[in-house]
């Protein structure tokens, strides 16, 4: 497949440049000087379309689309146990199946090819996303001590887990205050010897900082240590927002990545990240967008723009977190975060997961390939995407979907919004 005449961002997240890009099945072939291909083209870009790596998700529960406007506006804790919980106590796999193509509709119109996803019946969110053929890692939210569900995770493991498929499967304990530390350390133990990631919430609020410090009697980084998190292949910390600054050393060059939910954070009244200091010591950064319910978009586009902006302001320093960086952790920091090694760089032999954006719009007026890079987080937009593939298909292509049925999806979601909100 020939996309001719784009504009390619290359591996630095600073620079394009423009090419014939030539992809094989699944993986960019080769990459050549504007207009000189001989195949046929499939797309011809006439300079005006710029490809990037796909988007990726770093931390989401896709399916709580169907909860989408719960409780906004209330306090963490509040939210969880009056709005949320009640709510999810009432799932059923069929609201979970449907509830996650509808997360997948809207991420794939936004440019995102691959997403980390912690929910409940993970069977079912496999299927959807195997439909819909974006790249993924899921586990099932695991909470308390109960044997039985580590059970259920580790079996979501043997089914869906292929190493070198479109599919990863992690285990997931939900988070220390919900997982006891000898439990927590047992799933980390377990993960191990399966050879999968971790993915968990960690250090979102400064309630949870308190009730680690008084609660377990432990310091939030040591704990780190003591439940496992550095000895499984890889470890998806989500939030991050509590890190002392002063031990941040020992998270860097290791599995660990610290996924930054900006807009969640900040609509939760959380906090601020240190994002600037997990920079400077090394530390990985990917972005997600959270859940639905407490975003409410799942954008990473919109992401990328609050994390650059937040952190110059809040540092007081236009220089720090700057847009080639954001545009990497939105990439291929999310990518390794999630365990894929050969997805977020356009280069030959690497995956063919791609969103194309249209520089054919008022706003792009001036861009050239040397800015091309914060033309697109300051000015762009999600709504510049037209057109995502993963592993070389096209996926969403001018407002369409090219796997999924976006109204009878909508449909069934508005269904299984009705039957969980009244019982
Ligand atoms: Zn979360």
């Given at each position: 497949?020939?996309?001719?005449?784009?504009?390619?961002?290359?591996?630095?997240?600073?620079?394009?440049?423009?090419?014939?890009?030539?992809?094989?099945?699944?993986?960019?072939?080769?990459?050549?000087p504007?207009?000189?291909?001989?195949?046929?083209?499939?797309?011809?870009?006439?300079?005006?379309?710029?490809v990037?790596?796909?988007?990726?998700?770093?931390?989401?529960?896709a399916?709580m689309?169907?909860?989408?406007?719960?409780g906004?506006?209330?306090?963490?804790?509040?939210w969880?146990?009056?709005?949320?919980w009640?709510?999810?106590?009432?799932l059923?796999?069929?609201?979970?199946?449907?509830?996650?193509l509808?997360?997948?509709?809207?991420?794939?119109?936004?440019?995102?090819?691959?997403?980390?996803?912690?929910?409940?019946?993970?069977?079912?969110?496999?299927?959807?996303?195997?439909?819909?053929?974006?790249?993924?890692?899921?586990?099932?939210?695991?909470?308390?001590?109960d044997?039985?569900k580590?059970?259920?995770?580790?079996?979501?493991?043997?089914?869906?887990?292929?190493?070198?498929?479109?599919?990863?499967?992690?285990?997931?304990?939900?988070a220390?205050?919900t997982?006891?530390?000898?439990?927590?350390?047992?799933?980390?133990?377990?993960?191990?010897?399966?050879g999968?990631?971790?993915?968990?919430?960690?250090?979102?609020?400064?309630?949870?900082a308190?009730?680690?410090?008084?609660?377990?009697?432990?310091?939030?980084?040591?704990?780190?240590?003591?439940?496992?998190?550095s000895?499984?292949?890889?470890?998806i910390?989500?939030?991050?927002?509590?890190?002392?600054?002063?031990?941040?050393?020992?998270?860097?060059?290791?599995?660990?990545?610290?996924?930054?939910?900006?807009n969640?954070?900040?609509?939760?009244?959380?906090?601020?990240?240190?994002?600037?200091?997990?920079?400077?010591?090394?530390?990985?950064?990917?972005?997600?967008?959270?859940?639905?319910?407490?975003?409410?978009?799942?954008?990473?586009?919109?992401?990328m723009?609050?994390?650059?902006?937040?952190?110059?302001?809040?540092?007081?320093?236009?220089?720090?977190?700057?847009?080639?960086?954001?545009?990497?952790?939105?990439?291929?920091d999310?990518?390794?975060?999630?365990?894929?090694?050969?997805?977020?760089?356009?280069?030959p032999?690497?995956?063919?997961?791609l969103?194309?954006?249209?520089?054919?719009?008022?706003?792009?007026v001036?861009?050239?390939p040397?800015?091309?890079c914060?033309?697109?987080?300051?000015?762009?937009?999600s709504?510049?995407?037209?057109?995502?593939?993963?592993?070389g298909?096209w996926?969403?292509?001018?407002?369409?979907?090219?796997?999924?049925?976006?109204?009878?999806?909508?449909?069934?979601?508005?269904i299984?919004?009705?039957?969980?909100?009244?019982g």
């Open positions: 497949m020939l996309l001719r005449d784009v504009l390619l961002l290359d591996s630095s997240m600073e620079k394009a440049q423009p090419c014939d890009l030539v992809l094989s099945g699944p993986v960019i072939d080769s990459i050549l504007p207009r000189s291909a001989s195949l046929a083209a499939e797309l011809d870009g006439k300079g005006s379309v710029a990037l790596p796909g988007f990726v998700n770093a931390h989401s529960h399916a689309t169907l909860l989408r406007g719960l906004d506006e209330a306090p963490l804790m509040e969880l146990q009056e709005k949320i009640p709510v999810e106590s009432r059923r796999p069929e609201h979970v199946y449907w509830g996650t509808l997360a997948l509709l809207e991420m794939l119109s936004r440019g995102i090819t691959c997403f980390a996803d912690m929910y409940f019946f993970m069977d079912q969110a496999a299927e959807a996303a195997r439909q819909s053929g974006m790249r993924c890692a899921l586990c099932r939210g695991l909470v308390g001590s044997e039985k580590l059970e259920e995770g580790v079996d979501l493991v043997r089914r869906f887990h292929d190493p070198s498929g479109m599919i990863h499967v992690q285990l997931g304990p939900h220390i205050y997982v006891p530390p000898e439990a927590f350390r047992e799933i980390s133990m377990t993960a191990r010897d399966l999968v990631g971790v993915h968990t919430h960690w250090l979102e609020t400064e309630w949870e308190g009730y680690i410090r008084e609660e377990l009697g432990k310091d939030p980084v040591d704990l780190l240590f003591e439940v496992g998190l000895e499984v292949p890889f470890a910390l989500a939030h991050g927002v509590w890190f002392p600054e002063d031990r941040l050393e020992s998270l860097a060059g290791g599995n660990m990545t610290v996924v930054h939910n900006p969640s954070n900040l609509k939760l009244g959380s906090g601020i990240a240190p994002v600037p200091s997990f920079l400077e010591k090394g530390v990985r950064v990917a972005l997600g967008t959270d859940g639905a319910a407490s975003n409410n978009r799942l954008d990473i586009w919109d992401e723009r609050t994390c650059c902006l937040l952190h110059k302001g809040f540092r007081r320093n236009p220089c720090t977190v700057r847009a080639a960086e954001v545009l990497r952790m939105a990439t291929l999310g990518a390794r975060a999630l365990g894929f090694e050969d997805v977020g760089l356009l280069k032999g690497w995956q063919a997961d969103a194309l954006v249209n520089l054919d719009k008022p706003h792009y001036g861009v050239t040397e800015n091309l914060a033309s697109l987080v300051y000015s762009g937009s709504a510049d995407v037209e057109g995502t593939l993963a592993g298909k996926l969403f292509r001018k407002g369409r979907h090219e796997t999924l049925d976006e109204r009878a999806i909508v449909r069934q979601a508005r299984c919004r009705k039957e969980l909100l009244e």
